[in-house]
């Protein structure tokens, strides 16, 4: 003999919309940032997680055994290995290059969404929202708190291309000054058999620099013929990678 719960359609309904709607709130703080993982990507994991959890409630009959004894199912069982088993989306947005790690807020935002699914799928309403309402205020209140007072240096690189013999570096100095960054290092060199100049830039700030448009108001400077973002880097790890560029012949450094 078995006994099951039940729960109605409408019901399902709600707590599927809920876990959606809680999850694309934290998802759309990390689509404005243009991370991986944005707005469709927590709401899939908020409501698979919610419906994990009604099936793992509802889905499944509680059997009775011939002296019977009800054996109860365990949903928390379910929605342990939901909690460890969205490590793997996680890990997956975690990128560690070279000494600079990247992903962990975003990564830890997914893990977290999965909770607020879980308890909207339980019925804790209140919960998936507090819930919701601290992790937006962490990822979203905290950071100008965290830019205050912890200056973190954003370190970028730059490939030009440029006409030979051109005066075009004060300008290049220029347009990075003005998007709130400073040269670290600049290298040029001949390419091309002395054809065009490349000429490596190594930017820092203490702020998130305009990368788009700091490329375009490079690709308007006379003589520059291309520009191309070769990716950013912690300090310690561009240090690191970059020391040979030190040791090349012909190149012109700036300090």
């Keep these: 003999m078995n006994e099951t719960l039940t729960i109605s359609e409408l019901e399902i309904a709600v707590r599927l919309g809920v876990a959606t709607l809680l999850g694309a709130l ?23 997680s919610a419906l994990i959890m009604i099936v793992s409630a509802y889905g499944f009959p509680n059997p009775v055994s011939d002296d019977r004894v009800l054996v109860t199912l365990d949903p928390s069982r379910v929605a342990a290995q939901v909690v460890s088993g969205i490590g793997f989306l996680g890990a997956g947005l975690i ?28 019925g804790l309403y209140e919960a998936a929202a507090l819930g919701t309402g601290f992790i937006l ?35 290049i100095e220029r347009a990075v000054n003005a998007a ?17 100049d490349r000429v490596d830039v190594a930017l820092s700030s203490v702020k998130a620099v305009p990368i ?14 291309a520009v191309a973002y070769a990716g ?15 040791e090349d012949d012909g190149d012109v450094e700036r300090r």
Excluded: M, Y
């Design 95 to 122: 990128v560690f290059r070279k000494n600079a790690v990247r992903g962990l807020t975003t990564a830890a935002s997914i893990w977290a969404v999965s909770g607020i699914g879980l308890a909207a799928g339980g």
């Design 137 to 171: 205020a962490i990822q979203a209140g905290l950071r100008p708190i965290v830019h205050r007072f912890f200056s973190h240096h954003q370190d970028h690189r730059l490939e030009l291309r440029v006409a030979p013999a051109t005066q075009c570096l004060v300008a």
């Design 180 to 196: 709130g960054a400073e040269i670290r290092r600049l290298s040029l060199r001949p390419v091309r058999d002395g054809a065009e």
């Design 232 to 246: 950013s880097a912690g300090r310690a790890a561009e240090a690191d990678g970059d020391e040979s560029d030190d």
């Design 26 to 48: 934290v998802g759309l703080e990390r689509e404005r940032l243009e991370r991986a993982a944005g707005l469709r990507t927590h709401a899939i994991v908020a409501v698979a």
């Design 212 to 225: 788009t448009r700091l490329l375009e108001t490079l690709r308007g400077i006379d003589g520059v013929r």
